[in-house]
């Protein structure tokens, strides 16, 4: 059998072979449009592809008809949705945490002549739909006429915005390199559906324009323009910041053309931002149901305020999050951390949280939500006396069940954990298990409420006693060859660490009062539930400029809050034992202070006086933290009710500045300090400037921005930080040793005005 090329570079993994038998189907033009309760429904036909020489027709006689619901939000909103596994369009769910102001709009739909148009109340042009017949002077023998595709174009925040139009993007008419709508059907052997197939992964695709440039996805270590790759939406642990993988993937991207779209989904997908065909955006789901936001906006903020508004906007942590915090891998005894506390304070390092990671059970790594009664013998005293000190307690675990752990056989008879298909109802649809080197027996099962309640109740008992955070780490993979009680594994792997942090996050607020997690994964919506780091970057100069970029991604993600260890988690080249260079420690702690919240972790000691040659001046940016937590608690508030994350990449300010969408290793720390981190060893960078003259916060020194500073030089002591002339700073006027001697109140403005000369630290 002879097979044609469909795409000409294949997004679809479209396989007409005889194993899989996969026929794949185009969408026709559409036959009716009509109003219903508001929203506009589309009857498109969809036509089978012939497997057959290119250049003859590409269509079967064979054809069946879906429906495209459109329906318009306020605040510049369309949503596209069909399905073809009858799926229903929902308007609450996991991912989804619509703000009170994010009412529905009637749309209204005209016609003549083929061409549709269709407005809301206002009577602003919402989408427009053209059926007329192609007109053709001539065309070749040789040739198949146009096949007619749905010609939709939508104007999201009206008919005065930028429109964005599906992308019937193909050489010749069987040739295709994008499809505006399209599926793939299965041969199943199920007799029940027709022909024995069943629908499996469908497409849709956006035309793309030259020089558009794309950012977000997630917590993407990639360069900041997105443009010419294709990402495969699947978490998983990311093993460093400097690879494809992701701990967080989020189903939403930004262009520079001033829309976002939001693939409201948590099934495995793919997208490629003008990679596979550069005139076109294309999705891919591996389930045949397509659920699309279109976003649009006159600025970045204002289309990441309205993300927030569809999904949920990030909730303030508390203040003392915001100090220091101390950790490494690991602390083993409730000895071991008083003395690092005690020396703490008697040598002046101001520091609030004390974080002990997985060496606080009976065995290490062996997490079961208990301490080792011999190395911390107290654990309620232990916590209490820290607390006197002024320190939280953070605490390590992670959602899974090791064997040999107390709790198995109580989460295993109530199926408080997934469990093998052996002992389920029936057998999983999933793949190989991804945790035989880790031998745990189960993953705690968050689609049970039974399950999510027993676990809640295992972090109460620490909460309790005076612990004040959970570090929910993992949760980018699940148990693919177990059974769960509501999802499949590849339904329920990407919105694990949705149901995992929610459930953390709940009862740590419902216990202290305080709402926040320490968290590696996400997924769309988990911004809600702050805050998340990094994972495992290397201690090296490319492991700090992969976190950095990964951050203001995930900031161009709805995340308003993002941390990473400090001065990188792993050694390099031996993973636990090399030494990390001075001249690191001291650049990463300063990228650290001019981060929402700043840890320092690692598989060595972090601790400052172990770094003696530089340890004074590590306690002299610790003091400047302090010294700007009110600006920072500022910029967290106005975070928490906008579309600002805290860390932001210089093209929410500069939309316009094409420079801005490629600048990934300089940002704004809030909106008014210009942060540019010193990433080599060689004490010098350059410097991107927009317009406008530029303060430099540390030397007073005046710059023309509009420019370049070529090899900028740096000692090691500083940081080019840069404000504009008259940016007021909010700075605490006194050295504290943690936030529990923080009146805010006593906050006093420094004004960068022409006496200015720099801020002494």
């Known amino acids: 059998m002879k097979q044609t090329n469909y795409h000409l570079f294949d997004f679809m993994d479209f ?117 007329r017949p192609y007109v053709l002077d001539h065309w070749s023998d040789l040739l198949p006429p146009p096949q007619p595709a749905p010609r939709l174009v939508f104007y999201p925040d009206g008919d005065m915005g930028k429109p964005v139009a599906l992308s019937d993007d193909h050489f010749s008419p069987p040739r295709y390199d994008a499809l505006p709508v399209g599926f793939v059907k299965v041969a199943s052997g199920d007799t029940s559906t027709p022909a024995g197939e069943r629908c499996e992964r469908a497409t849709i695709s956006f035309h793309c324009e030259p020089g558009e440039c794309f950012a977000g996805t997630g917590e993407r270590f990639r360069k900041m323009d997105l443009s010419g790759q294709t990402f495969q939406l699947k978490n998983q642990d990311g093993q460093g910041v400097n690879n494809r993988r992701a701990y967080k993937n989020i189903p939403f991207y930004l262009s520079s053309r001033m829309y976002g779209a939001f693939y409201h989904t948590s099934d495995y997908c793919k997208l490629s931002l003008a990679d596979h065909s550069t005139r076109s955006v294309q999705f891919l789901c591996d389930r045949a149901t397509l659920d699309v936001f279109l976003i649009g906006g006159a600025t970045p903020e204002s289309i990441l305020h309205t993300y927030r508004r569809l999904t949920g906007f990030p909730s303030m942590p508390p203040l003392w999050s915001f100090g220091i915090w101390m950790s490494r891998m690991t602390y083993f005894s409730a000895g071991e951390v008083e003395a690092i506390c005690r020396r703490m304070r008697d040598e002046h390092y101001p520091c609030d949280v004390i974080h002990l990671d997985t060496g606080w059970f009976r065995t290490d790594w062996l997490c079961e939500w208990k301490f080792n009664p011999e190395r911390f013998p107290d654990p309620e005293g232990f916590v209490r006396r820290l607390k006197d000190q002024g320190y939280r307690v953070s605490l390590w675990q992670l959602p899974y069940v090791a064997e040999g752990a107390e709790q198995l056989a109580e989460a295993k008879s109530n199926r408080y954990i997934s469990v093998s298909p052996g002992e389920g109802e029936k057998a999983a649809q999933g793949g190989e298990s991804n945790f035989s080197a880790l031998d745990y027996a189960g993953t705690i099962d968050f689609t049970y409420d039974k399950a999510t309640e027993w676990y809640k109740g295992l972090l109460k008992k620490l909460l309790d006693m005076g612990v004040k955070c959970i570090k929910t780490d993992f949760g980018e993979n699940i148990h693919m060859d177990h059974v769960y009680h509501a999802m499949t594994p590849r339904q329920l792997n990407n919105i694990y660490s949705l149901l995992y942090q929610r459930a953390a996050y709940e009862i740590t607020k419902e216990t202290t009062g305080d709402g926040i997690v320490w968290a590696r994964s996400a997924w769309a919506g988990c911004q809600r539930y702050p805050l998340h780091w990094g994972g495992d970057s290397a201690s090296s100069w490319d492991g700090m400029a992969g976190s950095l970029r990964g951050g203001l991604h995930l900031g161009l993600s709805g995340f308003a809050f993002w941390s990473h260890d400090v001065p990188g988690f792993h050694s390099v080249p031996d993973f636990m034992n090399s030494p ?182």
């Not at 318009?72 to 069909?82: E, K, P, T």
Request: charged letters at 25%.
């Open 580 to 761: 990390v260079g001075d001249d690191i420690y001291i650049r990463w702690t300063q990228f650290g202070v001019f981060s929402s919240h700043m840890r320092y972790h690692g598989t060595s000691k972090r601790e400052p006086w172990c770094y003696p040659a530089v340890a004074p001046l590590v306690k002299r940016w610790w003091n400047l933290r302090y010294r700007l937590l009110p600006y920072l608690i500022e910029q967290s508030r106005l975070a928490t009710r906008s579309g600002y994350p805290v860390l932001q990449a210089m093209l929410f300010h500069h939309p316009a500045d094409r420079v801005a969408w490629h600048i990934d290793d300089q940002y704004y720390f809030g909106t008014e300090m210009l942060v540019c981190p010193v990433m080599s060893g060689d004490n010098k960078r350059d410097i991107y400037l927009p317009e406008g003259i530029w303060v430099n916060f540390f030397t007073g020194e005046r710059h023309e921005g509009a420019r370049w500073l070529y090899g900028y030089e740096v000692p090691l002591h500083q940081m080019p930080v840069f404000v504009h002339p008259g940016t007021v700073i909010k700075i605490y006027p006194e050295e504290v040793e943690c936030t529990d001697g923080m009146d805010l109140e006593k906050a006093v403005d420094l004004k960068i005005d022409k006496d200015f000369k720099g801020y002494r630290i």
């Open 15 to 131: 396989d007409p072979g005889l194993k899989r038998r996969e026929s794949l189907w185009k969408a026709w033009q559409p036959t009716t449009v009509k109003e219903e309760g508001g929203d506009i429904i589309i009857a498109i036909p969809f036509q089978k592809q012939k497997l057959q020489e290119d250049m003859a027709p590409d269509m079967e006689a064979q054809q069946e008809e879906y429906t495209l619901r459109l329906r318009a939000y306020r605040h510049g909103v369309l949503r596209l949705f069909i399905s073809m596994e009858g799926d229903a369009m929902e308007e609450q769910t996991d991912m989804l945490g619509m703000s009170d102001d994010m009412g529905r709009e009637a749309l209204r739909v005209d016609g003549q002549g083929g061409l549709y148009t269709m407005a809301d109340g206002q009577g602003r042009t919402r989408a427009t739909l053209d059926c």
